[in-house]
């Protein structure tokens, strides 16, 4: 029975091997990381696939339609791991729900893990930095539609949890969360290993929990930090 699993499994990749529209997926993923939505284009993406110029509005319809396909592909697993951790964390909370320090790491984990390939690079990284930097209409309505719901659930639960801050406030340092753990995570790329080198090997951005331990350090910090007051003077 386990021999003939391995069997049906390998039978299975290669025929998403042989699958024009799996390597269209594929190439185009690896295009639009390197080269960007603007500048990929269609022959690039048709020759690394090894198909004809036809084939992405035959299999579909157009380079936006192939965009949304790739985003949602890379989008969708990260999306739903969010989630997951968040509920796995509001289910394992007492009756006055989970703590800052257990949300911010039902939202740092999930990113730092996942945003991790098989070679160490992070592909979805770059590929999310791609789509903020650069917003199409179609990624925008992709955001709305299945990103924008988990955020919700995340400022939902940071409010639970601290009382005494304003909805603005969390809005905001949820904002300045995100840019921490992305700012890292481009930082720990190996091509580079920015940080590492920066800091003469003292942070090893080689190792996810440390990764992990220091942004929950830090995204608690600022959550617990006193309300902001727009009106104030900060220099005196």
């Known amino acids: ?13 290669s025929e998403k091997l042989d699958d024009p529209r799996a390597r269209i997926i594929a190439a185009a993923r690896e295009v639009f990381i390197e080269q960007s939505f603007d500048l990929a284009t269609v022959r690039e993406i048709t020759l690394r696939a090894d ?16 965009i949304s396909e790739v985003l949602n592909l890379m989008m969708e697993p990260y999306t739903n791991a969010r989630l997951r ?39 979805l990284t770059r590929f999310l930095l791609q789509v903020r ?9 992709f955001f709305i539609r299945r990103v924008d719901p988990v955020v919700f659930r995340f400022i939902d639960a940071f409010a ?40 003469g090997g003292l942070c090893d951005t080689t190792d996810d929990e440390q990764i992990i331990a220091q942004l929950v350090s830090f995204v608690c910090a600022g959550f617990a930090s006193p309300a902001a007051d727009p009106t104030a003077k900060l220099f005196r």
């Open 51 to 66: 198909v004809n110029l036809a084939a992405v509005n035959y299999y579909f319809g157009s380079k936006d339609e192939l």
């Open 160 to 199: 639970r949890a601290l009382p005494s801050l304003g909805r603005r406030d969390i809005f905001w340092r949820y904002n300045f969360a995100i840019g921490a753990i992305m700012q890292v995570l481009i930082d720990s790329e190996p091509s580079t290993s920015r940080l590492k080198q920066l800091s």
């Open 1 to 13: 029975m386990v021999k003939k699993a391995r069997l049906a499994e390998t039978d299975s990749a």
């Open 133 to 141: 930097s650069r917003p199409r209409e179609m990624t925008t309505r």
């Open 85 to 123: 951790s968040l509920e796995a964390c509001e289910a394992a909370a007492d009756q006055d729900g989970p703590s800052v320090a257990a949300v911010v790491e039902a939202l740092v984990r999930p990113m730092v893990r996942l945003s991790r390939d098989e070679t160490g690079a992070r592909p």
